[in-house]
């Protein structure tokens, strides 16, 4: 059975960081692409960061803070988190498709997700 499991969210201060983790089972990420999305109260999913065959995307709004990487002798994808700020408060998923080549990070592409971790940054 497909399975996403995201971990490693918490608190944190403004200009703090943390990396979220991401651990697959069922299948292999190597044959997917990978999503990091979020999802603010009162606000649309919105894609943060993903990576394909075809592309590393990255939101303006985390350029040159977050990165997003996977290991594959693990089947785990990380989203490293510096700099952060109250904006990034928001719960964040995980998500996967074997659209290998897909060249958009919409949530709508994506077709397994896991359940979410909450990350809350405030002083």
Not at 17 to 43: E, N, T
């Amino acid at each position: 059975q497909v399975q996403l499991v995201e971990s490693g969210g918490g608190l944190a201060q403004p200009g703090g960081s943390l990396r979220l983790s991401c651990a697959a089972s069922g299948f292999g990420l190597d044959y997917y692409a990978i999503g990091w999305f979020r999802q603010a109260p009162g606000k649309d999913r919105e894609g943060v960061s993903c990576i394909s065959l075809s592309m590393t995307y990255y939101a303006d709004s985390v350029k040159g803070r977050f990165t997003i990487s996977r290991d594959d002798a693990t089947n785990t994808v990380y989203l490293q988190m510096n700099s952060l700020k109250p904006e990034d408060t928001a719960v964040y998923y995980c998500a996967a498709d074997p659209k290998l080549l897909l060249r958009v990070c919409r949530s709508h592409e994506f077709g397994y997700w896991g359940q979410g971790t909450q990350v809350t940054v405030s002083s």
